[in-house]
Structures are given as structure tokens and as C-alpha cells.
């Protein structure tokens, strides 16, 4: 008879066990990303915005990346006028460091757009893995200028 109970006892054990082992609330281990990438999710001034020549203009891009190929790299924003000038005065160029894996940062830089000779700002937001000084990871955000 304690033989019986034994058994029953370990079999109710395996059975709990094998229970939690496929909780339906557990989920399996997402693989990690193999590529860099990244993304504006928000900018100010909204995508779309004219800007004005000769205007002050406070640029704000909340930006998502996944960095897979480096255990460290950076996050520019690089703004240019429509002949890839760049025209912001704040040197270095704004950029943030981040390490492998993925998250949200944001990044902010103000210009002077020229009252002339400027009809289009560009906003770049680029990737660089390691030390990298290049990268095809990028997004950019195109503005008209009146």
C-alpha cells in the first residue's frame, strides 16, 4: 500500500509539472534580430509641415532602433539643405550612444533656415554600428521651404 500511495504521489507531481510547463501564458523565446534598423516614430514639426526661409525651427524625432550587428553604436540627427549642406550650426551634430539590443531615444536640434537659397530641408536620422563613420541604416524626413 505505501508503494501505491508513493506512486500516486509522484505521478501527481509529473502531472503538476507537465501543467505549468505549457501554461498558456508562458510564450517562447523570441529569436534575437539579426539586422540593424531604425525608425522615426515621432518628429516635430510633423511630417508634411512647410517651414519658412529665414525661421527658427526646433527639430524633436523620437526614434525606435534595433541594433544587432554591433555591441555599441550611435544615433545622428543630420540635418541638410536640398544640395546635402549641412545647415545646422550645433557641432558635433547631435547623436546618442546605444548598445545592442533595441529601444526608443530621442534627439533634438534647432536651425536657422536661410531666407534664401534654401527650398528644402532634409532630416536624417542614421545608424552607425561599432565605429562606423557609414551606414545604409537610415530615415529621413523631407521638408519644403517657402
Not at 500500500?1 to 507537465?18: D, E, I, K, P, T
Amino acid at each position: 500500500m505505501r508503494r501505491g500511495m508513493l506512486f500516486h504521489a509522484s505521478l501527481a507531481l509529473m502531472m503538476l509539472f507537465a501543467l505549468r510547463c505549457s501554461d498558456s501564458d508562458s510564450s517562447p523565446t523570441e529569436p534575437e534580430p539579426t539586422i540593424d534598423s531604425v525608425a522615426i516614430e515621432t518628429i516635430t514639426p510633423v511630417q508634411g509641415t512647410t517651414l519658412q526661409g529665414g525661421s527658427r525651427v526646433t527639430f524633436r524625432a523620437r526614434v525606435r532602433y534595433t541594433l544587432a550587428t554591433a555591441s555599441s553604436g550611435r544615433i545622428s540627427l543630420i540635418i541638410e539643405d536640398q544640395a546635402s549642406r549641412n545647415i545646422s550650426a550645433t557641432t558635433p551634430q547631435p547623436s546618442i550612444s546605444v548598445t545592442r539590443g533595441g529601444q526608443v531615444v530621442e534627439l533634438t536640434d534647432t536651425i536657422d533656415i536661410p531666407a534664401n537659397g534654401v527650398t528644402r530641408v532634409d532630416v536624417f536620422v542614421p545608424l552607425f554600428p561599432g565605429t562606423s563613420t557609414s551606414t545604409n541604416t537610415v530615415q529621413v524626413v523631407r521638408y519644403t521651404v517657402q
